[in-house]
């Protein structure tokens, strides 16, 4: 069996754009350059990899898609190896993909890239944002080395590293009756109208709070915008759990919020640092991850 890295270059470009065509015009190589290599690898596994569809491109079958995954990580290693007696001077270059969930990562990241961009200058780090369960399909595609994520639903598939613990509070209008006390129970809380921050899996974590204290919230809000609970709970639509805190506490259009910690003892949710089970990785995302830890310590 007989192939090159440049052959799986081209065959991961193809399914990455769907279109053979738009990745010869991204690999800046001709068309049947690209045919002609996926058409080897094709021979070489004795497989097909790829279904043509007239004029809508391609789609990759059972056998392509693990052999797509397989070849993300062969190539990211490739590149990493190239890049070894950089490594062995105390410098990393190369891309790095990491995916983060969406809610969070206004939180995190602009100061996290920023100071890893400072002690790992050569390394340009690829950020994809997105939901908990779309993210872990990327870490298992091999589209994302790492991601940041919630606790939440993690797969047997993927491993995970606590970075940091996040304990919930309520969110209340400034004026809200409520907001005067110093702490708050569910209890309280129990006859309120409650505005739902409605991500997958995030909403049966808040859910679950209510549930362990025998309690049925009156949910007349769901949102799945961060920024949107809190717009809501400004203008007096209800009062929130979260975990998030921002620095300020105004909504978008100006309206003040006050947090209140819970009395209740309830669990508080980790942001994780995950990747897949059982890989390798490279040393760049080895880097990143030790980064990672280190802000986190430091926060």
Request: include cysteine.
């Given at each position: 069996?007989?192939?090159?890295?440049?052959?799986?270059q081209?065959l991961?470009?193809?399914?990455?754009?769907?279109?053979?065509?738009?990745?010869?015009?991204?690999?800046?190589?001709?068309?049947?350059?690209?045919?002609?290599?996926i058409?080897h690898?094709?021979?070489?596994?004795?497989?097909?990899?790829?279904?043509?569809?007239?004029?809508?491109?391609?789609?990759?079958?059972?056998?392509?898609q693990?052999?797509?995954?397989?070849?993300?990580?062969?190539?990211?290693?490739?590149?990493?190896?190239?890049?070894?007696?950089?490594?062995?001077?105390g410098?990393?270059?190369?891309?790095?993909?990491?995916?983060?969930?969406?809610?969070?990562?206004?939180?995190?990241?602009?100061r996290?890239l920023?100071?890893?961009?400072?002690?790992?200058?050569?390394?340009?780090?690829?950020?994809?944002?997105?939901?908990?369960?779309?993210?872990?399909?990327?870490?298992?595609?091999?589209?994302c080395?790492?991601?940041?994520l919630?606790?939440?639903?993690?797969?047997?598939?993927?491993?995970?590293?606590?970075?940091?613990?996040?304990?919930?509070?309520?969110?209340?209008?400034?004026?809200?009756?409520?907001?005067?006390?110093?702490?708050?129970?569910?209890?309280?809380?129990?006859?309120?109208?409650?505005?739902?921050?409605?991500?997958?899996?995030?909403r049966?974590?808040?859910?679950a709070?209510?549930?362990?204290?025998?309690?049925?919230?009156?949910?007349?809000h769901?949102?799945?915008?961060?920024?949107?609970?809190?717009?809501?709970?400004?203008?007096?639509?209800?009062?929130?759990?979260?975990?998030?805190?921002?620095?300020?506490?105004?909504?978008?259009?100006?309206?003040?919020?006050?947090?209140r910690?819970?009395?209740?003892?309830?669990?508080?949710?980790?942001?994780?640092?995950?990747?897949?089970?059982?890989?390798?990785?490279t040393?760049?995302?080895?880097?990143f991850?030790?980064?990672?830890?280190?802000?986190?310590l430091?926060?």
């Open positions: 069996m007989h192939y090159t890295l440049k052959q799986l081209y991961v470009s193809a399914a990455e754009h769907g279109n053979v065509t738009a990745a010869a015009a991204a690999l800046h190589v001709s068309q049947p350059s690209v045919s002609s290599a058409a690898l094709e021979r070489a596994f004795e497989v097909q990899l790829l279904v043509r569809h007239q004029a809508k491109g391609v789609s990759l079958t059972p056998a392509g693990r052999i797509v995954v397989e070849a993300r990580s062969l190539l990211a290693h490739a590149s990493d190896f190239a890049e070894g007696s950089q490594a062995l001077a410098s990393l270059s190369g891309p790095l993909e990491v995916g983060c969930f969406v809610t969070f990562a206004p939180f995190y990241l602009p996290l920023l100071s890893f961009a400072k002690a790992q200058p050569g390394v340009r780090v690829n950020v994809q944002e997105g939901a908990l369960d779309v993210l872990q399909d990327r870490l298992i595609s091999g589209s080395e790492l991601a940041l919630y606790d939440l639903g993690i797969r047997d598939t993927v491993e995970s590293q606590v970075l940091t613990r996040l304990v919930p509070y309520a969110l209340l209008a400034r004026n809200h009756p409520l907001a005067a006390r110093k702490a708050l129970s569910l209890k309280d809380l129990s006859q309120e109208p409650l505005v739902l921050l409605d991500l997958p899996h995030s049966d974590y808040f859910r709070m209510f549930l362990r204290s025998g309690i049925d919230p009156r949910i007349t769901r949102s799945l915008s961060f920024e949107m609970v809190r717009g809501l709970v400004a203008n007096g639509h209800g009062y929130s759990i979260l975990n998030l805190r921002p620095h300020g506490d105004l909504s978008y259009d100006g309206a003040r919020l006050v947090c910690p819970l009395k209740d003892p309830l669990p508080p949710l980790s942001v994780v640092l995950a990747w897949v089970k059982g890989a390798r990785l040393r760049r995302a080895k880097a991850a030790e980064h990672c830890r280190e802000y986190f430091r926060a």
